[in-house]
């Protein structure tokens, strides 16, 4: 495994405009029921005296990745360059033990 790739965040700088899941949608040319980033606001009701936040959020790839060793569907791979954790859409059940497993879900 080579490069490992990350995802940088200005939190500073993130309106919660979205456009970084429309970006991940269009260079991994996903259908738009499918989504691989989410923006997580934290402060949606405007509670004066707290300050909104913006997180992206997405799958960060780890080392030891619970979800590949929960997913009785054996549906997670890691690719051999980039390190990253991939899902086999079509080997999914939809039990979501993935998702229970994820220390960042």
């Known amino acids: 495994m080579s490069t490992r790739y990350a995802f940088v965040l200005d939190v500073n700088k993130c309106t919660g405009c979205h456009a970084c899941t429309l970006a991940c949608q269009i260079a991994n040319q996903l259908p738009a029921e ?55 859409a079509e080997a999914c059940v939809g039990c979501r033990y993935c998702a229970w497993a994820c220390p960042y879900d």
């Open 34 to 88: 499918r989504q691989w980033r989410q923006v997580r606001t934290f402060n949606e009701l405007h509670v004066p005296g707290v300050e909104t936040l913006h997180l992206s959020l997405a799958c960060n790839h780890c080392r030891d990745a619970p979800c590949m060793t929960q997913c009785p569907a054996l549906a997670y791979r890691r690719d051999e360059n980039t390190g990253a954790v991939l899902i086999e």
